[in-house]
């Protein structure tokens, strides 16, 4: 009878082999600033019209708040953009959060998304960028293309911490 209870909980509990999500430990906001292209992504809702040339902007503002600017073509050719703004996470260099609601809104919690860093090359030329229920990715750098090596090495480092990137959108050519 004990072996059974065990066997029977040993397939309740769930077992994650997976490392944790951590955000980078540093992140120096005045480097991170700046345009960067969108290599790949997981599959999200806001980003089913774009097809290609899928851009980030991220401007330092005076109010210590970022401003951010998603930007992409559809499939007509037009380009479709968002407009919004992130805010550090006090204690934790590489985590942001970010809304697309309205200022009037700010103050509701919901409309804020965890927007965390989970890599970063040194010399800030790509990133990645998910949240930490792992809903959310995206590998991003600062030119239109990413060598195939790093892109394999980048996705295995975001798969040790548990994310499946089997649905992968490719949203860049590899070289």
Known sequence: M?????????????VS??????????????????HWHEIAHLPVFFQRKCVGDITTAYTLRDDELIGV???CRTEDGD????????????????????????DWLSWLPMVWADYWVIDLDPGYQWAVVASPNRKYLWILSRTPTMERALFEQIKKRAEAM????????MAAPLT
Request: hydrophobic share 45%; glycine share 10%.
């Open 162 to 169: 548990g994310f499946n990137l089997e649905p992968l959108v």
């Open 69 to 71: 600017v998603n930007a």
């Open 2 to 14: 004990r072996s059974i209870l065990l066997l029977l909980l040993a397939f309740a509990l769930p």
């Open 79 to 102: 380009r479709d953009s968002a407009e919004g703004v992130a805010r550090g996470v006090e204690g934790h260099p590489g985590r942001l959060q970010v809304r697309f609601a309205p």
């Open 17 to 34: 082999a997976a490392e944790p999500v951590r955000s980078v430990p540093e992140l120096d906001i005045s480097r991170y600033a700046g």
